[in-house]
């Protein structure tokens, strides 16, 4: 195995397995151009045929030099600190990534969720929001229970939560909840500084993008997180 | 009227009217903050302006943007030096000593050598500009057709493997990922859809200003976080010692280098500031004695990006003005604000609206000299956010990056996109991917398909006619060679540990 690790297989089955996936993917859309014979799949075929040989030099070198970075290299990101912080806090062991992708998993299932209770149920307009307004919950009460054990995986996906919460509750009651969130993700647990940074941050944002440039946030589209984003923003233009 | 003549009745112009001068101070400091504030940058602001600009005459609009452009593609190096965070694809090689500077305690210094620089650079890069449109645009239109064009693109990204990731193999990796992203949506020739997965969003592809606010924003922040959660977080050091003049005049040499390299790729439609910065970047390196030190801290890493960079901006116009061809995301939206107008940017604006052009110079010309007098004031003031603790800075950073985002076309899933891009930033720098290689290969991805194939088209599919054009030959020549070479260098050199 020279110097390999499971770690770099892991990796070189990734790019492959992207690139094959891809390959396939594009006889969706094999059809020929008239005035020029690659057509549309013959760029994307000869980058796919690239990132397959990169991937395979990259597991070569592996084999003959582990991890130690190639010479002539400058700027590396191993010198800006992500890959230390990783091998130092042991955040690169299999139950790690499946507990974080556990986690990051949490926020699409709320952006289907209306399409899954759809299997069981006839969903109208009401009712697709009262579904989300159940998911919400239910899938924070998961992320909670799952968070205790893999803070960075919480931190990672509390973003894409509040990302997946915007269309439907709204930038101006989600951004409150979501500074709290972070805050006390990152270690604070002050409660005076975190309602001063709650404050600071909201009238900042409100001040600059809603009042000054008059930027349409997100409102959200249920009641009453709607009702709640449309007077605050009648309020401040 | 003689260049000169011209310019001082378009100074003239410029600072007789009240609302102009009103326009230019409020898009020199707009730039500079929205550049140096993490998480949003000049995009944003040109994004949520450029509807304000149909209340605007076309003098003062493209003013505007002229301005934002020149002091923005300054502050986005701010955030890159203190932070690690670019504030557009054009500052990513700053950030490559910039921030290991901050982290060293040289900040002031790293902002303070990319203040000089940028002015250098925009200033000289301006005055060419005013000096020369017209034959530099033919020049360049001449010369440079599709081939050359795409024999550049493929020579900017074999030199940018070389640089931010940790393997030469994980630098191509990382290019192509990116360039795999631009492939999304529409493909340039007949219009076929390719991988939109049935989703209509995708279909006019992924959008980059959420994608870059992800790999580079939101992804540091990530990493930081995993620092901050696991202990071996540390605050970045304080200091607005700036260098000595003495330091400057010593990189002399690499500043008129990357300002020569700034200029050039400036001119080229389609390839502007990103490639610049990238090329100012690596010849700094592949000229330098002491080649390892860069990436750890050093000043010529940054002189050499941001002068390139801002070199590019006053060229970055001679293709738009002259010839409508815009350079980049933000002279891109520079024709829509002619369009509002009813003009059409190219050889005739030089002919209907000779004001309009001269008074963009001038102001173009005092928004980098400018740089120099107000970046220093608001350095000293936006260094002062190092102090914030990170746990309430993060916040912040991410909800400005949700409205950065978000504002540029008002879809939420463009904020999705940007998480998602964050993570997938996240994950891949802790394997020792380069986020700043994805972007770039992502920007230049969709000129380098298109320009190859009406390369092809021109050459009747005879892969040798790239050898009969002596640019395009000599350019992938030196491409392939440098390929060659850093594969000789990853594998026969002695590794670094």
């Given at each position: 195995m020279g110097k390999l690790r499971l770690g770099h297989i892991c990796e070189a089955a990734f790019w492959l397995i992207l690139a094959a996936f891809l390959y396939v993917e594009s006889f969706d859309f094999d059809r020929g151009i008239e005035i020029?014979?690659?057509?549309?799949?013959?760029?994307?075929?000869?980058?796919?045929?690239?990132?397959?040989?990169?991937?395979i030099g990259q597991l070569v070198y592996q084999f003959l030099a582990g991890d130690k970075s190639t010479s002539?290299?400058?700027?590396?990101?191993?010198?800006d600190g992500a890959e230390e912080a990783a091998r130092e806090s042991g955040h690169s062991h299999l139950r790690w990534y499946v507990s974080a992708f556990c986690l990051l998993a949490l926020p699409f299932l709320y952006m289907r969720a209306h399409d899954l209770a759809g299997l069981f149920l006839t969903l109208d307009k009401d009712g697709v929001h009262s579904v989300k307004l159940v998911a919400a919950p239910l899938l924070l009460v998961v992320y909670l229970f799952?968070?205790?054990?893999?803070?960075?995986?919480?931190?990672?996906?509390?973003?894409?939560?509040?990302?997946?919460?915007?269309?439907?509750?709204?930038?101006?009651?989600?951004?409150?909840?979501?500074?709290?969130?972070?805050?006390?993700?990152?270690?604070?647990?002050?409660?005076?500084?975190?309602?001063?940074?709650?404050?600071?941050?909201?009238?900042?944002?409100?001040?600059?993008?809603?009042?000054?440039?008059?930027?349409?946030?997100?409102?959200?589209?249920?009641?009453?997180?709607?009702?709640?984003?449309?007077?605050?923003?009648?309020?401040?233009? | 009227m003689d260049p000169f003549g011209n310019f001082i009745t378009g100074t003239v112009t410029l600072f007789s009217d009240p609302l102009g001068i009103l326009i230019f101070f409020g898009g020199v400091i707009g730039g500079m903050l929205f550049g140096a504030i993490p998480g949003v940058s000049m995009l944003t602001l040109a994004a949520i302006l450029l509807p304000f600009t149909a209340h605007l005459s076309a003098e003062h609009g493209i003013m505007l943007f002229s301005v934002i452009y020149c002091t923005g593609v300054y502050g986005g190096a701010i955030t890159a030096i203190l932070f690690n965070i670019p504030g557009a694809p054009e500052n990513a090689p700053t950030a490559f000593d910039g921030y290991p500077m901050t982290q060293k305690g040289q900040a002031g210094k790293a902002v303070?050598?990319?203040?000089?620089?940028?002015?250098?650079?925009?200033?000289?890069?301006?005055?060419?500009?005013?000096?020369?449109?017209?034959?530099?645009?033919?020049?360049?239109?001449?010369?440079?057709?599709?081939?050359?064009?795409?024999?550049?693109?493929?020579?900017?990204?074999?030199?940018?493997?070389?640089?931010?990731?940790?393997?030469?193999?994980k630098g191509w990796l990382s290019i192509?990922?990116?360039?795999?992203?631009?492939?999304?949506?529409?493909?340039?020739?007949?219009?076929?859809?390719?991988y939109d997965f049935d989703m209509p969003y995708l279909l006019a592809g992924i959008h980059f200003i959420p994608t870059i606010l992800g790999f580079f924003a939101v992804s540091e922040i990530f990493v930081q976080a995993e620092k901050k959660a696991t202990g071996v977080y540390k605050a970045p050091k304080l200091s607005v010692n700036f260098p000595t003049l003495t330091e400057l005049i010593a990189h002399k040499f690499a500043v008129f280098r990357s300002i020569v390299i700034g200029f050039f790729c400036g001119i080229l439609p389609g390839i502007g500031a990103t490639l610049a910065a990238f090329m100012g970047y690596n010849e700094a390196v592949r000229w330098s004695?002491?080649?390892?030190?860069?990436?750890?801290?050093?000043?010529?890493?940054?002189?050499?990006?941001?002068?390139?960079?801002?070199?590019?901006?006053?060229?970055?116009?001679?293709?738009?003005?002259?010839?409508?061809?815009?350079?980049?995301?933000?002279?891109?939206?520079?024709?829509?604000?002619?369009?509002?107008?009813?003009?059409?940017?190219?050889?005739?604006?030089?002919?209907?609206?000779?004001?309009?052009?001269?008074?963009?110079?001038?102001?173009?010309?005092?928004?980098?000299?400018?740089?120099?007098?107000?970046?220093?004031?608001?350095?000293?003031?936006?260094?002062?956010?190092?102090?914030?603790?990170?746990?309430?800075?993060a916040p912040l950073i991410l909800l400005l990056a949700t409205v950065g985002a978000y504002a540029v076309r008002g879809l939420v899933i463009d904020v999705v996109v940007m998480f998602i891009a964050g993570v997938a930033g996240f994950f891949l720098r802790r394997s020792g991917y380069s986020v700043a290689g994805i972007v770039l290969g992502l920007i230049l991805g969709k000129i380098g398909e298109q320009t190859f194939a009406q390369a092809m088209q021109m050459l009747h599919f005879e892969w040798?006619?790239?050898?009969?054009?002596?640019?395009?030959?000599?350019?992938?020549?030196?491409?392939?060679?440098?390929?060659?070479?850093?594969?000789?260098?990853?594998?026969?050199?002695?590794e670094r540990q």
């Open positions: 020029y014979k690659f057509g549309a799949t013959g760029w994307p075929r000869a980058l796919l045929l690239l990132l397959a040989v990169a991937a002539g290299t400058v700027g590396a990101a191993s010198d799952l968070a205790r054990g893999n803070q960075v995986g919480a931190i990672l996906t509390l973003p894409l939560f509040f990302a997946a919460l915007l269309e439907d509750l709204g930038f101006y009651a989600m951004a409150p909840l979501f500074i709290v969130g972070i805050t006390l993700l990152m270690g604070e647990r002050r409660a005076r500084w975190i309602a001063l940074t709650v404050a600071l941050i909201m009238g900042f944002m409100l001040l600059i993008f809603v009042s000054l440039l008059y930027v349409g946030l997100p409102t959200g589209n249920i009641s009453p997180f709607y009702d709640l984003s449309h007077w605050l923003v009648t309020l401040l233009q | 303070g050598a990319a203040v000089m620089c940028s002015a250098i650079g925009g200033t000289v890069s301006a005055v060419i500009m005013m000096a020369a449109t017209a034959p530099i645009a033919n020049w360049a239109i001449s010369a440079f057709g599709p081939p050359e064009i795409f024999a550049l693109v493929f020579f900017g990204l074999a030199v940018a493997a070389t640089v931010g990731a940790k393997t030469l193999w192509l990922l990116g360039l795999l992203i631009a492939v999304v949506g529409m493909d340039p020739v007949g219009g076929i859809e390719r004695k002491d080649r390892s030190e860069f990436g750890k801290g050093k000043l010529e890493g940054v002189i050499s990006s941001e002068t390139a960079n801002n070199a590019a901006t006053g060229a970055a116009m001679i293709p738009l003005l002259a010839l409508g061809l815009p350079g980049g995301a933000l002279t891109a939206m520079m024709v829509g604000v002619f369009q509002m107008h009813d003009m059409e940017p190219g050889p005739l604006v030089f002919l209907n609206s000779p004001d309009l052009v001269w008074v963009v110079f001038a102001a173009m010309f005092f928004a980098n000299l400018s740089i120099l007098f107000v970046g220093f004031l608001e350095t000293k003031t936006i260094i002062n956010l190092l102090r914030i603790p990170f746990q309430f800075l040798t006619g790239f050898y009969d054009r002596p640019i395009a030959a000599f350019l992938i020549l030196a491409a392939l060679l440098t390929v060659a070479g850093s594969i000789y260098s990853a594998f026969f050199k002695k």
